[in-house]
């Protein structure tokens, strides 16, 4: 900007405090006035975020949200595990994890230099991580695993299978997510929102995560024997007794009793109809891994019939390989999209929201020299 009348031109920028040293010395060898100042929350510097070479992968998945203002915590840390397995659950299937990993391969050597290219080692990871996955819901190109002849014993141990409690097991393993990944979200709100605005603002959020978790531990340990029923119904009512207290009486200290009540009575409602509507959210993880391995057995059998009805030799195999690759491939592509879109609904929605994430802030970008001149 210009300042004393078009005279002095006056440049502020930010940049990463590890660089101050070089940034500084390089600074001095210009004929100019600087000073240098630490940035705070009022200034609304850049954000750059700092993450290990896993983490670092869905960093672009944060971009798309909104970056964290100045003094918020950066979601990737917990977005990435999330996000790998939401995805490995939706697509479900081990075959296509190697088409991944494939794609992965080609877009490194082929396109490195392309927006796509760049993302090679997030393709990787999601490829290698639905291996991992599709495996263990025995699933591999619509190809039951469970009942193939050729897997090994050892390995059908680990499949996921069977009921629980008449569901299937993948629904509950499903909903049993959905449970951590809330509980998850409204720990990091209550611990972030206390380092941000003091104790004062978070106690109704720890009365809540208190009976929630409390309530879910104690009910998993009465199931299991672990505890007995008198055990667990006094621990029910003591952390019953507290989580209210900080819910209904001293959810805002200061305010009229009678006006926390009411807030706390609100907030009750609209705790009771939003976490169940964000758990059963978590149904789609098991609804589009389903959708997905019946679309491929279903084109597993036409194959299978069309090779068996056409009784030239050579032309049923070229019909049941064409009808396997052009049914595989749309499969795959429409899979890819849900496995993509749904974690990422689930993140932004169900996991932020529960979290507190607010997402405001703006990304780093510094300048660079043009070196071409």
């Given at each position: 900007?210009?300042?004393?009348?078009?005279?002095?031109?006056?440049?502020?920028?930010?940049?990463?405090?590890?660089?101050?040293?070089?940034?500084?010395?390089?600074?001095?060898?210009?004929?100019?006035?600087?000073?240098?100042?630490?940035?705070?929350?009022?200034?609304?510097?850049?954000?750059?975020?700092?993450?290990?070479?896993?983490?670092?992968?869905?960093?672009?998945?944060?971009?798309?949200?909104?970056?964290?203002?100045?003094?918020?915590?950066?979601?990737?840390?917990?977005?990435?595990?999330?996000?790998?397995?939401?995805?490995?659950?939706?697509?479900?299937?081990?075959?296509?994890?190697?088409?991944?990993?494939?794609?992965?391969?080609?877009?490194?050597?082929?396109?490195?230099?392309?927006?796509?290219?760049?993302?090679?080692?997030?393709?990787?990871?999601?490829?290698?991580?639905?291996?991992?996955?599709?495996?263990?819901?025995?699933?591999?190109?619509?190809?039951?695993?469970?009942?193939?002849?050729?897997?090994?014993?050892?390995?059908?141990?680990?499949?996921?299978?069977?009921?629980?409690?008449?569901?299937?097991?993948?629904?509950?393993?499903?909903?049993?997510?959905?449970?951590?990944?809330?509980?998850?979200?409204?720990?990091?709100?209550?611990?972030?929102?206390?380092?941000?605005?003091?104790?004062?603002?978070?106690?109704?959020?720890?009365?809540?995560?208190?009976?929630?978790?409390?309530?879910?531990?104690?009910?998993?340990?009465?199931?299991?024997?672990?505890?007995?029923?008198?055990?667990?119904?006094?621990?029910?009512?003591?952390?019953?007794?507290?989580?209210?207290?900080?819910?209904?009486?001293?959810?805002?200290?200061?305010?009229?009793?009678?006006?926390?009540?009411?807030?706390?009575?609100?907030?009750?409602?609209?705790?009771?109809?939003?976490?169940?509507?964000?758990?059963l959210s978590y149904l789609r993880l098991y609804a589009l891994g389903l959708a997905g391995g019946m679309l491929g057995t279903a084109f597993?059998?036409?194959?299978?019939?069309?090779?068996?009805?056409?009784?030239?030799?050579?032309?049923?195999?070229?019909?049941?390989?064409?009808?396997?690759?052009?049914?595989?491939?749309?499969?795959?592509?429409?899979?890819?999209?849900?496995?993509?879109?749904?974690?990422?609904?689930?993140?932004?929605?169900?996991?932020?929201?529960?979290?507190?994430?607010?997402?405001?802030?703006?990304?780093?970008?510094?300048?660079?020299?043009?070196?071409?001149?």
């Open positions: 900007s210009q300042a004393a009348e078009n005279t002095v031109t006056l440049l502020v920028g930010f940049a990463p405090s590890k660089d101050d040293e070089k940034i500084s010395a390089e600074l001095d060898k210009l004929d100019a006035y600087w000073f240098k100042d630490a940035a705070t929350k009022e200034d609304n510097p850049p954000i750059k975020l700092r993450n290990n070479r896993f983490t670092r992968q869905f960093e672009v998945l944060t971009g798309m949200y909104g970056m964290p203002v100045y003094d918020e915590f950066d979601p990737t840390p917990i977005l990435a595990p999330f996000f790998l397995l939401f995805f490995s659950l939706c697509l479900g299937d081990a075959g296509y994890g190697i088409i991944l990993i494939l794609i992965s391969l080609l877009l490194r050597f082929k396109m490195p230099d392309s927006s796509f290219g760049k993302m090679w080692t997030l393709v990787l990871t999601l490829g290698a991580g639905t291996i991992v996955t599709g495996t263990l819901l025995g699933s591999f190109f619509g190809v039951s695993l469970y009942e193939a002849s050729w897997v090994p014993e050892g390995l059908k141990k680990c499949m996921i299978t069977g009921d629980i409690a008449g569901f299937p097991a993948a629904m509950v393993l499903a909903i049993a997510i959905g449970v951590i990944h809330t509980c998850l979200a409204m720990t990091v709100k209550a611990i972030c929102y206390t380092v941000r605005f003091g104790i004062k603002t978070t106690i109704s959020n720890w009365g809540w995560l208190l009976l929630i978790i409390g309530v879910l531990v104690l009910g998993g340990l009465g199931l299991i024997g672990a505890l007995s029923s008198q055990v667990t119904q006094i621990a029910v009512i003591v952390i019953g007794i507290i989580s209210g207290l900080a819910i209904y009486v001293f959810n805002t200290p200061g305010r009229n009793p009678l006006v926390n009540i009411g807030s706390g009575l609100w907030d009750t409602y609209n705790m009771a109809t939003g976490l169940i509507s964000d758990v597993n059998t036409i194959g299978g019939i069309i090779f068996e009805g056409c009784t030239i030799p050579v032309l049923n195999w070229v019909f049941f390989i064409l009808i396997l690759m052009l049914g595989h491939t749309l499969n795959l592509a429409m899979s890819c999209l849900g496995a993509f879109v749904h974690p990422l609904r689930l993140t932004f929605l169900e996991y932020f929201k529960n979290s507190g994430y607010e997402g405001t802030g703006r990304a780093y970008k510094p300048l660079v020299a043009d070196n071409k001149k």
